[in-house]
């Protein structure tokens, strides 16, 4: 986005990717037809900044979203929610423009600014049409939230007052309490078990989002994926435009591994009918040896809805359940692997029980033949509509760039997927989902007429939900 003279000077490094658009059951053989893909360019700008790029005319549109190393894992701890405080506020104000006459500009030139915060990184997305005009409106607007925030003290005080009423509203309510509970429990004094509180989010100033920006907020800790109508040398100046201005920032650390829970069971009061239950431990990290075993088998146990094991023993079977799932959630290091369902507060323990039994069974046996083979097609054949859009596409793009995945890793997807072996999960989830680390939250079914014997049997101690501790809302 910047200026009138050449840009190929200012580009450090170069690779390209190409990504499949169209995947189908025939990619699962090894005589799957090569099928039309767009291609990812990417590159490192001068500022530091690493840009993944995808040029695509199907509509007047581009989409750019801006990673930072800047999430909440890197919260202090008695300051918890101060990097989701720092860029709900990029739009607030800068030295120019109050929050009105943002909204104002943003609406003329038909931009949408978005974005969040999540535990590795924090980010801004823009989302315009593809003229010039406009489009170069809208990453100025948004070169200017990034690097010249002004973060009103007033908007500060309103915000805040926002997000503690928010939090204090939440903390009635179960599934609130059992994933802040669960979070704690499996990442015990690691940065990914932060836990914002009122009190930590009374304790954030303005000076204190302003020095977290200074930061974080910098080119060297920033990764740009652009999707849509404009070519090469128009996304060079883009990158440039978002970032010429950002201030110098150190290198992010890299987080510690988290240690492995003891296994425990944790119950917490509340008056509902229905329990909250969650069991799990950490998982994997994005980048992970066993990522693609554990992904296809998770589909096996309980990521493929109702086709899943679980479904079909704590639901068809027995009508414990509505819904019951599992999930692995991939982060920098080893996010969550997740148990989740809801039951009556009376037979949590026979819900439990099931759970567990269907777990361990899995563990210990693996997927079936059948059950590896369906899970396997339906993972390829539905990813394709994983990149029928710019937004899927830019998400994806995104990913790999803030993560650093190999430049092959869409394009290796199916074949990866393709590859799995019952052996391979049966592995996979035996060394890596251990019994000796599960922790099991639940959280109400007190209000259930059935429930005293569950919540008496139930190991680990009782929690009050004052007394749980506070965190982040995931």
Not at 150 to 179: D, H, M, W
Not at 269 to 281: E, K, N, V
Not at 374 to 382: E, L, P, Y
Not at 413 to 423: K, L, S
Request: charged letters at 20%; a negative charge.
């Amino acid at each position: 986005m910047q200026a009138r003279t050449t840009f190929s000077h200012l580009i450090t490094r170069a690779q390209t990717l190409t990504l499949p658009f169209a995947l189908c059951a025939g990619l699962l053989t090894a005589s799957a037809t090569a099928q039309a893909s767009p291609t990812i360019e990417q590159w490192t700008t001068i500022d530091g900044a690493r840009v993944q790029f995808v040029e695509s005319h199907a509509l007047p549109m581009i989409d750019i979203q801006v990673d930072f190393a800047a999430g909440s894992a890197l919260d202090p701890a008695d300051k918890a929610g101060l990097a989701a405080l720092t860029r709900a506020l990029l739009d607030a104000g800068t030295a120019e423009l109050d929050e009105q006459a943002i909204a104002d500009r943003s609406a003329d030139i038909g931009a949408r600014i978005g974005g969040g915060t999540e535990e590795d990184r924090s980010s801004l997305s823009i989302r315009s049409l593809s003229s010039p005009a406009e489009r170069d409106a809208a990453v100025a607007l948004a070169a200017e939230l990034l690097s010249r925030p002004s973060f009103p003290a007033e908007v500060l005080k309103r915000e805040r007052a926002r997000a503690i009423a928010g939090l204090n509203e939440a903390l009635t309510q179960p599934a609130t309490l059992a994933n802040r509970r669960f979070s704690a429990a499996i990442y015990a004094g690691h940065p990914y078990g932060g836990l914002r509180t009122p009190d930590s989010l009374a304790a954030i100033a303005r000076d204190d989002l302003i020095a977290f920006h200074r930061a974080h907020y910098g080119a060297n800790r920033a990764s740009i994926a652009i999707v849509g109508d404009l070519d090469r040398a128009a996304a060079e100046r883009l990158a440039l435009t978002l970032t010429r201005d950002l201030p110098r920032t150190a290198a992010p650390e890299p987080l510690p591994a988290p240690a492995m829970p003891a296994a425990a069971t944790l119950h917490i009061p509340h008056p509902s009918a229905q329990a909250h239950i969650l069991l799990g431990q950490p998982g994997m990290a994005r980048e992970d040896p066993d990522y693609f075993p554990l992904l296809v088998g998770n589909y096996v146990l309980g990521g493929g809805g109702f086709v899943s094991r679980l479904t079909s023993e704590v639901r068809e079977k027995r009508g414990f359940a509505y819904s019951v799932y599992s999930y692995f959630a991939p982060q920098q290091v080893a996010g969550p692997f997740q148990i989740g369902l809801q039951t009556r507060g009376g037979q949590v323990d026979q819900a439990l029980q099931v759970v567990r039994d269907t777990l361990d069974g899995f563990v210990a046996d693996g997927p079936t033949d059948a059950e590896l083979q369906a899970a396997k097609d339906n993972i390829v054949n539905g990813f394709g509509l994983r990149l029928d859009s710019n937004a899927k596409i830019l998400g994806y793009v995104s990913m790999i760039g803030f993560y650093r995945l190999p430049l092959t890793w869409l394009e290796t997807y199916p074949r990866a997927v393709a590859a799995v072996t019952a052996d391979q999960v049966r592995d996979a989830f035996a060394r890596r989902i251990r019994p000796e680390h599960l922790v099991t939250v639940i959280a109400g079914g007190d209000g259930d007429g059935e429930a005293g014997a569950a919540s008496g049997a139930n190991a680990g101690g009782a929690e009050a939900p004052a007394a749980a501790p506070a965190g982040a809302e995931r």
